[in-house]
Structures are given as structure tokens and as C-alpha cells.
């Protein structure tokens, strides 16, 4: 027989036979958040539901099959109340509402917040998975994926069968594939099918990659954790949460949840692996005191890490080339080295982060650095392309003003040392942080020598005016349009221009793409793998 797929291991995830409402009606009461209910376009008491026969959760009318409880959400650009008519005729049995929608007949409750109750009801008709898991999440502005391919290697290492789902790929039973969507938390329902799944592949362990849009969004509010990870904390997704502070208070989310399945709690009793809720915090970074704050607050433990003196587990001594990073540190365990297959500094913190991981839960400190030592690479971070060109071409996910700076202060050096300097090849997604974007140009603009601004997700917005935006934050700081400043839309095209100006030496960066197997535009998704065009244009170009 075949090895299974991821889809065929979501498939059988599913329930085998329907669940009566009644049981949700009881959760959503106990949270303090049903409201009331209709049935027949009347009001009605809630029990009067309680009978009906549920074959599945879903926020997209789309997706409604005969049976589906069929929740109302709010989104980016559409009303789920709008559709509840055609959930209904698509054969819903029931819907969650904000609100009473007249005149249709189909069975309603109403609760306060139908984004929280879709965590609820998610995790309900999935039987709470993350009760027989031990969950670790991952949060942070740059580091999560990395931190999560290095954590499963580690648990796996230490004998922990790992699930994962994140930005580059969901990991189940041991099948991995790569993640198609551009979400790296998805919504409830799909979240908790996956866990549903590792559940039933016997794995007994998950990471999560945990975003703000998905604690914000209340994505994970049904899940229990037992350690939290932060990697950092710098400038991003301001087009959600308005301001700085409600980003990093969305972060908070996450340490805060470590108060549910605390010891002594029936979720923890159930759980496979008796691990100490914890939080793990990056000591380097300025916020750090608020994440250690709140994980007290919490009645967790606190285990800190970096090159801080202070830090739990710390980088003693750094050594790095082209091809490996050396880390010395100490830890509680003792001091230790390991020997890491990736480039980059900042990959120190990343790789600490999973030996406190392996400190705070009790793993086999070797079989963690032996874990930590076989990641070969990880998707869309600094994978180098090679087909015999004289110049270096690297494609990484770098997507936010820290990341991009990070990659280029890492890249310029090399470069330098090859006789070469950096070309820039990079832009920013549409209907997100605008921000950010003059910031990018400005900081590819002050470290490469060209600069070459394309498209990355322009969703709905205007192209030229996302790219406009770039390419004026290059300007301030002295290049020119149509010399050492090149505004190319398509990216395909953008990417051949700047092979063709790379010289001997140079470094080629490919930044914002990473893993990432499509371009969203104006008219939704166009297949994309950013390593395979770069391969195609060097092959175009007589290399290979």
C-alpha cells in the first residue's frame, strides 16, 4: 500500500456519525456566550435545538454539505450573515449567528462573538484533540517556522512522535507536506481536524505555529497549550491590529492561554506527556519582560533564553561560515555545543529556543542537539541555488522590515568577501501593513547595491502603487529609478533582470516568497514556486 497523504489522513479525521446540537448548546452555555435561539423564523428555547443531528462545522457557505452547523462570520471582506440563506439551502442543519437573520426559517443560535463560538464548535464536533496532545506554540514577528522545523526534528529525536502545522508545512503521523494556503494559523475547524489527525496517527506531541491573526481571530482559543515559545517581536501586521500594542498584546494571547490545563486539570490528566505548562522567552528581546510577566500571571513556569547573562539557556561562544553555525551554551543541563546545518546568526536564538524547549520538558539533552544537528534546511529559509552561476542567488520568506534587514546584514559580508556586493529582490503584500513598505526600501536601499521591487501578494490593491510605495523608501536614502533602483511588476521578469546585472560575487537575494507556492492577485491565486523560477531563469540564462 501506498503512504497516505495528508488529505487522506485529514479525510479520516472526520467524525463517523452525526453529534446531536444539545452538546454545543451545553459548551456555549457554560462559556457564558448563547444569547438565544429561532427555529422557524421564531424565537425559541434553546433546548428546543437541542435534537438536531450536526455532520459538520464550517464558516464558509461554500463548504455547507446536508447537516453542517454553518457559522456566521464577520471576515476581511464579506458577512457570513449575509450567506446564511444559502447555507440553509445548501442543507445546513442549523447556523451560529451574531445576530437573528429574519425570515429564514433555518434553526439558529445566537451567541455573543460567533468568531469564539467557531473555536468552540470546532473543537467540539473534533472532540478537543488538543486534550491528548502535548501542544507547543510558536509565536513571534520572524522565527516561527524555523523554530518549528527544528522543534519536531529535536521531539522526534527524543522519541516524541510530533505533528505540525504551520507557514511551510503540516506534519502529520509522520507525512509532511507542503502548506498550499498563505495562512499559517488556519481557521478552527481546519486547526482542529489536523490535530484530530495527529490524534489519530498516533502522534502524541504538536507544534503550532501560532500567528496574531490567529489568537486575535480567535483561531486557537479552544486549544490548550502546554508551552509557549517566543522568538521575537519587531514591526508587522499593523493592518490588522492597528497599533504596535495590540500586535503584542495578541502575542500575549498565547502565554495567557497557559492557564488552561494547568496541573492538577482534567485536559492535563489526559495528556500523553505530563509537561509543566511554560513559557519560553526570548531574553534578547526588549519585550520580553511582558511575556515573562503574563506567563507568571498564568501560574506557569518561565524559561528564558539567548546571549543575555541572565538567560536560563545562553549562548556562550558563535562561530559561523558560509555553510554552518556553531553554538556553545550553557544550560541547566550543563554546557554543550551543537553544530547547526543552517546559515545565519539570528538562527542561534531559533535553535536556543528548542533547547529550552527540550530543558522545560524534560527531553534527553543529547538527543535534542542530535535533533537540532540533522535539519538540513528549511523551506524558503536561505536556501541557496546553485546551477553553476558566478554569483550567489538565495531565496528566503524575509517579509517584514527585521527579516529583510537581518538577511542583508548576514548576506553583505559574504558578498564582500567573494568580491561581490547584493541585489535586492523583493515587495510587499497587498491589503497588509502599508507601513512597512517605504521602510523596506529604505533598508534594501542603504545595504544592496540594486534594488529590484516586484510584486509579492498584491491581492486587491493597485500594483504600481504598492510597488510606488517600495521604491520611494529607496530613493530617500539616494537610488534611482532605472539605474540601481528597478520597478519590475512581474516577478518573473524581475528576477531575470537582476541575473542579468548580477556580476561575478554578487549575491542575488529572493526575498518574501520563501516556501510559498503561489501569487495572489486581483483575481485570486496563480501558481507559484519561487526556487523553481529562479532555477528556470539561470537555465535561460546558459547556467546548469
Not at 79 to 91: C, L, S, T
Not at 206 to 223: F, K, P, Q, W, Y
Request: glycine content about 10%.
Amino acid at each position: 500500500m501506498s503512504e497516505p497523504t495528508i488529505a487522506d489522513l485529514l479525510a479520516v479525521a472526520e467524525p463517523d456519525g452525526p453529534a446531536a446540537l444539545g452538546g454545543l448548546i451545553e459548551r456555549l452555555t457554560a462559556e457564558g456566550r448563547l444569547r438565544g435561539a429561532r427555529s422557524g423564523g421564531r424565537a425559541i428555547g434553546a433546548a428546543g435545538l437541542a435534537a438536531i443531528a450536526i455532520r459538520g462545522v464550517t464558516h464558509d457557505s461554500r463548504a455547507v454539505h446536508p447537516g453542517s452547523l454553518f457559522v456566521a462570520v464577520l471576515g476581511l471582506h464579506a458577512d457570513g450573515h449575509d450567506f446564511v440563506e444559502a447555507a440553509a439551502a445548501a442543507g445546513a442543519a442549523a447556523a451560529l449567528v451574531d445576530h437573528a437573520v429574519p425570515d429564514i426559517t433555518l434553526p439558529q443560535l445566537v451567541v455573543a462573538g460567533t468568531r469564539e463560538a467557531l473555536a468552540t464548535a470546532a473543537a467540539w464536533w473534533y472532540s478537543d484533540p488538543s486534550d491528548e496532545l502535548a501542544v507547543v506554540g510558536i509565536t513571534g514577528t520572524d522565527g516561527k517556522t524555523t523554530t518549528s522545523f527544528l522543534a519536531v526534528a529535536a521531539l522526534e529525536a527524543a522519541g516524541v512522535r510530533t505533528g505540525m502545522t504551520g507557514t511551510a508545512a503540516t506534519r502529520i503521523g509522520g507525512v509532511q507536506s507542503p502548506n498550499e494556503a498563505h495562512a499559517t494559523t488556519p481557521e478552527a475547524p481546519e486547526l482542529q481536524r489536523a490535530l484530530r489527525a495527529m490524534v489519530r496517527a498516533d502522534d502524541t506531541a504538536a507544534v503550532i505555529e501560532t500567528t496574531s491573526h490567529g489568537l486575535a481571530l480567535s483561531r486557537v482559543d479552544a486549544i490548550a497549550y502546554d508551552v509557549a515559545i517566543l522568538t521575537n517581536l519587531t514591526h508587522e501586521h499593523l493592518e490588522l491590529h492597528g497599533t504596535w500594542e495590540a500586535y503584542r498584546d495578541a502575542k500575549l494571547r498565547l502565554f495567557e492561554k497557559l492557564a488552561r490545563g494547568g496541573e492538577g486539570t482534567d485536559a492535563t490528566d489526559a495528556k500523553p506527556h505530563r509537561w509543566p505548562t511554560t513559557g519560553i522567552v526570548n531574553a534578547d528581546d526588549p519585550s520580553a519582560g511582558a511575556f515573562v510577566g503574563v506567563t507568571q500571571e498564568a501560574g506557569a513556569r518561565v524559561v528564558t533564553y539567548g546571549t543575555d547573562p541572565a538567560a536560563d539557556i545562553r549562548a556562550t561562544r558563535i562561530e559561523e561560515d558560509a555553510r554552518r553555525l556553531h553554538i556553545a551554551y550553557d544550560a541547566p543541563s550543563g554546557a554543550a555545543t551543537v553544530d547547526l546545518q543552517l546559515v545565519g546568526r539570528f538562527n542561534v536564538h531559533n535553535a536556543l529556543a528548542v533547547v529550552a524547549l527540550g530543558e522545560a520538558v524534560g527531553l534527553d539533552p543529547a538527543a535534542v542537539r542530535e535533533g537540532l544537528a540533522a535539519v538540513p534546511l528549511v523551506p524558503g529559509r536561505m536556501e541557496r541555488v546553485e546551477l553553476g552561476q558566478p554569483f550567489g542567488v538565495i531565496v528566503d520568506f524575509a517579509h517584514s522590515p527585521v527579516a529583510l534587514q537581518t538577511v542583508l546584514d548576514l548576506l553583505a559580508p559574504l558578498a564582500a568577501s567573494r568580491g561581490g556586493g547584493l541585489i535586492a529582490v523583493f515587495g510587499s503584500a497587498g491589503e497588509r501593513d502599508t507601513a512597512k513598505r517605504p521602510a523596506m526600501g529604505r533598508i534594501a536601499g542603504e545595504r544592496a547595491r540594486i534594488v529590484v521591487v516586484t510584486d509579492e501578494d498584491p491581492r486587491g490593491e493597485d500594483r504600481d502603487a504598492i510597488l510606488d510605495e517600495i521604491a520611494r523608501g529607496a530613493e530617500a536614502v539616494g537610488k534611482r529609478r532605472d539605474h540601481d533602483l528597478l520597478v519590475v511588476a512581474d516577478r518573473r521578469a524581475a528576477i531575470e533582470a537582476a541575473f542579468e546585472r548580477a556580476r561575478p560575487g554578487d549575491i542575488v537575494l529572493l526575498a518574501g516568497k520563501g516556501h510559498e507556492q503561489a501569487i495572489i492577485g486581483p483575481d485570486g491565486p496563480t501558481p507559484w514556486n519561487e526556487r523553481a523560477e529562479a532555477e528556470a531563469a539561470l537555465h535561460r540564462a546558459g547556467y546548469g
